[in-house]
T-cell receptor, first 113, second 115 residues
Framework: GEQVEQLPSILRVQEGSSASINCSYEDSASNYFPWYKQEPGENPKLIIDIRSNMERKQIQELIVLLDKKAKRFSLHITDTQPGDSAMYFCAASGPSGSWQLIFGSGTQLTVMP | EAAVTQSPRNKVTVTGGNVTLSCRQTNSHNYMYWYRQDTGHGLRLIHYSYGAGNLQIGDVPDGYKATRTTQEDFFLLLELASPSQTSLYFC??????????????FGSGTRLTVL
């Protein structure tokens, strides 16, 4: 089936710096790209998403970029705080006509004080 | 916030055992999903459904059956559990696709251990 590759798997940054997570997808028909955050012992929760008719979206300190030609999208967290420490998953909508998300393998982000 | 309730929270069984994981959503969502979460693999889709009686096969269906009895209830069945099915299982629901309602709302998860 379709794959979504996510890198890096582990990311450690200093508080106040930026963190970037990159994902790539295979199906050019994918048109919806959400990001989920999972805190320890919790379930994943949507933090931001972008659709294929956009190239950039920002919600507060979260920025998502989408390059449809390259089939890549990325999450950038500016001015990171310890509360940003969590597992982050990117996802892409599945094959055309299916109603599913294909998730990346996750990035464990640690923000060091 | 949308409500998805899973039970049990933890389950231990032996190889060859029979396990049923339950999920109920009260969001009036049409779509429901079963994922498993394993380190290094992220969230992998097992089965999903659009409405009562509907079942779609996901990416890792082997060894799993699922049944959607009502709009609210979605069950995952392991009839001959194996140690490779030891994992954290999440149920999720979502609104209709293409309507800006595709957000997945996850339950709290069921940790299954197969000895």
């Amino acid at each position: 089936g379709e794959q979504v590759e996510q890198l890096p798997s582990i990311l450690r940054v200093q508080e106040g710096s930026s963190a970037s997570i990159n994902c790539s997808y295979e199906d050019s028909a994918s048109n919806y790209f959400p990001w989920y955050k999972q805190e320890p012992g919790e379930n994943p929760k949507l933090i931001i998403d972008i659709r294929s008719n956009m190239e950039r979206k920002q919600i507060q300190e979260l920025i998502v970029l989408l390059d449809k030609k390259a089939k890549r999208f990325s999450l950038h967290i500016t001015d990171t705080q310890p509360g940003d420490s969590a597992m982050y998953f990117c996802a892409a909508s599945g094959p055309s006509g299916s109603w599913q998300l294909i998730f990346g393998s996750g990035t464990q982000l640690t923000v060091m004080p | 916030e949308a409500a998805v309730t899973q039970s049990p929270r933890n389950k231990v069984t032996v190889t060859g055992g029979n396990v049923t994981l339950s999920c109920r959503q009260t969001n009036s969502h049409n779509y429901m999903y079963w994922y498993r979460q394993d380190t290094g693999h992220g969230l992998r889709l097992i089965h999903y459904s659009y409405g009562a009686g509907n079942l779609q096969i996901g990416d890792v269906p082997d060894g799993y059956k699922a049944t959607r009895t009502t709009q609210e209830d979605f069950f995952l069945l392991l009839e001959l559990a194996s140690p490779s099915q030891t994992s954290l299982y999440f149920c999720a629901s979502s609104g209709d696709w293409g309507t800006s309602a595709e957000t997945l709302y996850f339950g709290s998860g069921t940790r299954l251990t197969v000895l």
